[in-house]
């Protein structure tokens, strides 16, 4: 069974940072691409960005040059380093392990970005 749970979100200020983390349950991580995805108030969920098994990284428009994606197999542990928060940054980010059984999510996690 695959579990996915966030830590890290918070309230920030702006073009401040804050760090997640998603720590997997089981010996499936190393296996599969990971992804974070977060849902505002009123929106769609959306992709921030994804991490192969071999590294490679992909990210949404909004967030590249500010945001980090990075995975560590040997602690089955996916980062996200966010820099630079924007106010339109604030929602509920989720961990994302897409298999061949269906997508798994963790819980998520809330981050809110406000002075």
């Known amino acids: 069974q695959v579990q996915l749970v966030e830590s890290g979100g918070g309230l920030v200020q702006p073009g401040g940072s804050l760090r997640l983390s998603c720590a997997a349950a089981?010996?499936?991580?190393?296996?599969?691409?990971m992804g974070w995805y977060r849902q505002a108030p009123g929106k769609q969920r959306e992709l921030v960005a994804t991490?192969?098994?071999?590294?490679?990284?992909n990210y949404a428009d909004s967030v590249k040059g500010r945001f980090t994606i990075s995975r560590d197999n040997a602690k089955n542990t996916l980062y996200l380093q966010m820099n630079s928060l924007k106010p339109d940054d604030t929602a509920v980010y989720y961990c994302?392990?897409?298999?061949?059984?269906?997508?798994?999510w963790g819980q998520g996690t809330q981050v809110t970005v406000s002075s």
């Open positions: 991490v192969t098994t071999g590294g490679s990284t």
């Open positions: 994302n392990c897409p298999t061949a059984l269906g997508d798994y």
């Open positions: 089981g010996s499936f991580f190393r296996f599969y691409t």
